[in-house]
Structure formats: C-alpha cells, structure tokens
C-alpha cells in the first residue's frame, strides 16, 4: 500500500524559507518519478517540481531558481526547500508519486504553505 505524508508546511514571512517533507512508504522514490503540486485556494492544482528515477527534475517557472527539489532514498523521503517565497506561494502542497511500471499516481494529503506579506 502506497503513502504519502507531507510536513513543513506553516506560515512564513515574505522572503523566507521552508523545507516541505514527503515520507513515502510501499514505494522506492528512487525508481519512480517524485513530485511536488500546490493547489491555491480557487485556482487548479499544478506542477511545482518533479524528479524522475535517474535524478532530472523539472521546475515550474514561477518557481526556478528558487525551489529545489531532492530526495534521500536511505529514508525514502522526497523534499522540497523553498527560498524567497511570496503570497503567491500561498497553497496546500501535494506530494506525488508516479508509478509509470503501472501507469498510476499517489498524492499525500498536503501540507498548507502560507506565506504572509
């Protein structure tokens, strides 16, 4: 049974930082494509990072240069830092996990990021 179970999330400052968390279990990350999505209020969930199982990864571009996606696979845990955030970074957080052996997606249950200006 595949679970996802994001921390880190809170509230922030404009400017400053939080490392959000993803523990994964009844997976290996490390053979799978990991992910962060976000979901502000009103608004769809979209693609904030990803990093496929040979270690590229992928930003959305409102967040290049400033988030950094990683992941320990001793721990199974997938990671997002997040630097210079602004309101606009103001959403619940999803960790995913892409199974493409059989086509399917895992999502934790979010973490809420509320950056305040």
């Known amino acids: 049974q595949v679970q996802l179970v994001e921390s880190g999330g809170g509230l922030v400052q404009a400017g400053g930082s939080l490392r959000l968390s993803c523990a994964a279990s009844g997976i290996i990350p490390s053979t799978n494509t990991m992910g962060w999505y976000r979901q502000a209020p009103g608004k769809q969930r979209e693609l904030v990072a990803t990093q496929a199982s040979g270690g590229s990864t992928n930003y959305a571009s409102s967040v290049k240069g400033r988030f950094t996606i990683s992941r320990d696979n001793v721990k199974k845990m997938v990671y997002l830092q997040m630097n210079s955030l602004n309101p606009e970074d103001t959403a619940v957080y999803y960790c995913?996990?892409?199974?493409?052996?059989?086509?399917?997606?895992?999502w934790g249950k979010g973490a809420l990021v509320t950056v305040s200006s």
């Open positions: 995913n996990a892409y199974l493409g052996i059989i086509l399917r997606n895992y």
